[in-house]
């Protein structure tokens, strides 16, 4: 059996790890990232249908905005010049739809912006909008850890933190579409409004408010600049390898970590950017008190996606990237509640891709959808799923091709379904244990698991543990990081590369 010595392992290599691990290589330690899968990147992972690029998880994004929270990570991990953002300015980049009356409202970039069109949009509602934006400033101006530069050990907790989005938006107006349009960017989360907080709404929501970027190249642009900032600051990943089991655990700290492969690994500390319910089964349950065990089992799962990919052909418009949410109602209560039938929100993002020399229109569209719709196949695997599974599948692919043709019937152009994907296709691909798309549900008063486990060398981040979204998975990695991390060198990084 081989032995090896590190400083850190991580284990997972979605945006979080590949955040950790880069990190902890930029304070001179010795760095193993573990990756389950064949390949690296989790969610961030670009995969192609007859060529043509499409996005696992990651479409777009706020915080690349001048001084935004995205581009100071990636200036701290010496990525911001490899990364291209793609801005959507377009007057009709990014809109919401309600199907039923028909009625459109358009979200230009920017704060003021965006408030000054729903004042218009809603002139009975001024006083609303107005209060609305100042409470998310609020909440992300006294949040000290969304500056880099102030980042903490844990997010700071505010009264917002303890008031759902329904309670503050109840309190504003009663005005139900514009309710449901500021509650819209719930579908970048995955919650209810009568189940998050108002504070993590604000935290998710003010970089999309600011900016919507895509990245050229999408999520391969980071795995792309991550793997070459590994080979230069030795990281060492390796795919298709995972920890078996933690070894030597002596006064609550483990000394060595078995690897799928056989291998030993000596380490000084680990970080599992996992979902909280796996990253606990490699805690010896010794260590774990049965009310810890429960906290974690009770995190309920976020909106997973039933997500369907083609092509728009035919388009008289020009080219463009563009962002269109429809919402069947002007719920989103309703439309993110595990128990619905019939339609959600589809959420469609067109992109302008060059495949061959040739420019394509390609469409994601993606209905929240929870693990409880797929339960009947939970056990079945990709490749194996039965008969009724498919009829399913079926159904809900064509639901959703007449709904976004419905949507460019104007424009004479017709969606061309190349393939679609189940909550369960997310799962079994992205290793997760459910397939919801951004770990566990965000609700009020609930703790997230961020950080030191009972194993007192193993900490834990990702997307689960504070924030979802690219941005909030990173932002888990620096506040882990840095407990882990030699404080000096740490703080000495973030000053020489933010000034
Ligand atoms: C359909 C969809 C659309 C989305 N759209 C957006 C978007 O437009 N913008 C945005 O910001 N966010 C979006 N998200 C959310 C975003 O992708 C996530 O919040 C973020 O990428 C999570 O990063 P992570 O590193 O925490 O987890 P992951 O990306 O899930 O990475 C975890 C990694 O750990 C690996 N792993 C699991 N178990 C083990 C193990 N035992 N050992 C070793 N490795 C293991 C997995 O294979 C995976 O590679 C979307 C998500 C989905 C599913």
Redesign the pocket.
């Known amino acids: 059996m081989e032995k090896t010595d590190v400083h850190h392992i991580v ?9 950790a691990a880069l990190l902890l290589a930029l304070t001179g330690k010795k760095v193993l990232l ?4 064949p390949i ?6 670009r995969f192609r249908i007859s060529g043509i690029p499409f ?7 706020g915080g690349f905005s001048n001084n935004g929270l995205l581009s100071d990570m990636l200036k701290v991990l010496g990525l911001y010049k490899s990364i291209e953002p793609v801005f959507l300015t377009g007057e009709h980049a990014n809109r919401f739809m309600f199907e039923q009356t028909g009625e459109i409202f358009d979200f230009p970039a920017g704060e003021q912006q965006l408030k000054a069109q729903l004042q218009r949009y809603f002139p009975q509602e001024q006083k609303a909008v107005e209060r609305y934006f100042e409470l998310v400033e609020q909440v992300c101006r006294q949040t000290r850890t969304m500056d880099i530069r102030q980042i903490n050990a844990s997010m700071d907790l505010l009264n917002e933190d303890y008031l759902s989005l329904q309670t503050v938006l109840d309190q504003l107006t009663g005005n139900q579409e514009l309710k449901t349009l500021l509650s819209g960017f719930s579908m ?1 989360y995955g919650s209810a409004p009568a189940e998050i907080s108002f504070a993590n709404h604000a935290r998710m929501c003010q970089g999309l408010y600011q900016s919507v970027a895509r990245v050229k190249d999408g ?1 391969d642009a980071f795995i792309r600049a991550f793997k070459k900032a590994f080979a230069e600051h030795g990281v060492e990943l390796r795919c298709g ?3 078996e089991r933690f070894l030597d655990i002596r006064d609550g700290q483990a000394g060595s970590a078995l690897l799928t492969s056989g291998e030993t690994v000596s380490f000084e500390s680990a970080i ?4 909280p319910q ?1 990253a606990i089964k ?1 805690i010896p349950a010794e260590l774990m008190r049965p009310a810890f065990i429960h906290r974690i089992q009770s995190f309920e799962p976020s909106a ?2 039933f ?1 369907v990919f083609g092509i728009l052909e035919g388009t008289e418009n020009e080219m463009d990237n563009s962002i269109i949410s429809l919402f069947p109602c002007a719920d989103t209560n309703r439309m993110l509640d595990p128990a619905r039938s019939g339609d959600s929100a589809l959420v469609i ?1 067109r992109n302008t891709e060059t495949v061959n020399g040739k420019t394509v229109q390609t469409v994601s569209a ?1 209905e929240p959808c929870f693990p409880q719709e797929t339960a009947a196949w939970a056990g079945s695997t990709a490749g194996q799923r039965p008969p009724e599974y498919t009829a399913y599948k079926a159904r809900k692919t064509e639901r959703i091709r007449e709904r976004v043709n419905a949507f460019y019937a104007g424009q004479n152009a017709a969606f061309k379904v190349l393939n679609s ?1 189940s909550v369960l296709t ?1 799962r079994d691909y ?3 244990p459910d ?5 566990i549900r965000q609700k009020t008063g609930q703790f997230n698991l961020i950080g030191k486990l009972p194993l007192r060398n193993v900490y834990l ?4 543990s504070l924030l ?6 990173m932002m ?1 990695s620096f506040i882990v990081t840095r407990a882990v991390a030699d404080k000096a060198r740490f703080n000495n990084l973030i000053c020489e590369r933010l000034g």
């Open positions: 284990v997972g290599s979605g945006i979080s790890g590949m955040t573990l990756e389950k899968a690296p990147g989790g969610s961030m992972a996005d696992t998880g990651f479409h777009f994004t970048c999520g390898i995972s920890i599992l950017t996992l979902h796996e490699l997973g996606f997500s993002i993606f994907a997310f992205l290793n997760s397939g919801s798309a951004y770990g981040a990702g997307q689960s979802p979204g690219i941005v909030g998975a888990s």
